[in-house]
């Protein structure tokens, strides 16, 4: 049984979901501020395990939080084809960053019920723990707990800035669940999701066939001086850690827009310093910055200026500096044959479609190591995100959540 | 009456009074981390109000908790000669920044004691309260307000990082006095201070005659910009406010090191930004900086080219700026008659003397405002403060302790 050439979702029934998500954990106008594993968070897990179990979906909860809801297929043996993405926003994030995706996977579970449509294989929806890193370092940590690039007891140990871990989190909100650590297999993973960057609405393109991510590279970086009086306290002698990292933030701020003309992008995102007051010079600071590139040689170039950028804001400033933590990804790590089949969907839907790099981290990033994975992308007004601002209309995303019910139909019915 | 030749302050038991203090609000080894209205801030005030009533010394404490001990002249409708400083410290400070001043006083009076000596005007010694502003922005909050720089509603409304105000921590410690706000006359003011500089100590002198202040120039700067993705974000649409606050850092570091041959310092010390997360650019940005010069012509200069660094920080990155706070210090301010009797005394007394500017702020700093001022300068190793490392013997302090002996004796009976 394949699905008729009418088949659709029904974009009023996702968007009632939208808007109720849309009423949890409100921020500023417009937006949402829903922190990993806050009271907003459980709210909306809660609602989202309702609406799965009202959908018949059975419910499982990991180690780490991540929430898997299982739609039954004809032949429950096989590995499941699996759609999701997150809940969590970032402090001042919108109501499609994530959401679209776990939502839009509900959807096509509704949509299939519909139809009267069971697939061959199971489906399931996840929702990823901390994807937004928005609370708790590193971000996407739900995934990369999942498929092993963290273990469990140290992606449980993340802090957030008031010194709670996410296992203590966990717990308090009830999603520490029990499901075993080790990954349980999946046949293809799809994450459909906003562009969050300008290209599609610009151009006017209805479906992003994602073929790969920038290459990106981010880091840690830590720097420690001495703490003195800014007054009489010489300058030749001054170890001032906060204006160590300061420097390497701008040395930074300066390499993206060397390669802005090529696309390339570098950002200076997190300073903070001890004691960070008036009077009195910092002897500790951390920086947390990124640099993102089409092409991955060019992003290499660019960690290695970063490197040097680090030493020379440490030796200007008397300080020591160590890189804490290094994260690599993007390229081209998703399946062909998914790529191939999500562009072919569109294409045949009519859909205005076009091949696009994802510029941020998505958990089909990790999940990509695991099983074969591909995006759907779809437009956002002005490419703006993280951001109450962000904004998709029922236009913007009705298309690519029909190519996401199609290509998880093939897949799954295979 | 006048003081015999040998008269001295004790210098054992000024430093048994000072160890005791060093016991309250211990920091980082060999330092305190006593922050103001802090429960160690309490507890040393409550021991040195009952050090001080054990010395017959009465107590009065104004509407923003300085505390007034006074010791009865012979005429006591006299103003007071007063001495004083801070309990309070840095929260990586030392034992005698501040502390010195104060205990300092308490050791005269107990010296007078000792010597059977009543001084025709009455002797005053006052704790300033939030001299560091190591908790509480801005610094000499309570000699500001004591001597009409600030309004007490305005003084007791400034927060702490956690969003507590000095009025609450006054009721809560028990230091919210009811001493009328206008303040009471002073025959004059006294600080003996550590120089918190290396100058005296490398040139072996004993006594600083302090002249006057380095001109100094700080500013509060908020820069405001706009939430977005780090990744997919156009380098050219970008306008990160955290990335405006360190151009700002690292140009008035830079112009620190353009005036460091002639003595100058410029210091960035202070950044927050908001959300200032990795994986979203920061809205909104606070920098504190200032710049100080033994000329004060360059000094104005200094404030200008800062002026327009926070002009080009803010234009480089597409965000805005506004100069919350300008507070300027320093210049000739102290009375020459009393900077002549603190030399005249030194050297009197043998001590190797030597006229040095201030480069730090000070109460002395307001209290110039109000009535005649002088501050005596002793060395300490290094010129290291605002560090646990801070470090003074009793060669250090006796001499400067004597001076001030002598000083104020001088001015009271004359």
Known sequence: MSLSASARIDIERFWTTIDRSGEIGVGRPGGLSRLTLSDADKQVRDEFVDWCRQAGLSIRIDGIGNIFARRAGQDDTLPPVVMGSHLDTQVNGGRFDGIAGVL?????????????????????????????????????????????????????????????????????????????????????????????????DREGTQVGVVTGGFASTGMLVEFRGETAHTGPWPMERRKNALVAGARLLVAVDDLGWEHAGTGGKATGSRLVAWPNKPGILSDWAQAVCDVRHPDPATTEVMAERVRRAIGEAAARTGCTAEILDVWNWGGRIFADELIDGVRDISQGLGYRTQDILSQAGHDAYFVARHAPTAMIFAPCKGGITHNNQELCTREDLEPGLNVLLRAVVARADR
């Open 104 to 200: 839009g996977g509900l959807e096509v579970c509704r949509a299939l019920d519909a139809l009267g449509h069971r697939t061959r294989r199971p489906l399931e929806i996840v929702n990823w723990t901390n994807e937004e890193g928005g609370r708790f370092s590193p971000p996407m940590v739900g995934s990369g707990c999942f498929t092993g690039t963290y273990t469990l007891d140290w992606a449980r140990g993340r802090t957030d800035d008031d010194g709670v871990t996410i296992g203590q989190e966990l717990e308090r909100i009830g999603y520490l669940g029990e499901m075993a650590e080790s990954p349980h297999p999946f046949d293809a993973y799809f994450e459909f999701h906003i562009e969050q960057g300008p290209i599609l």
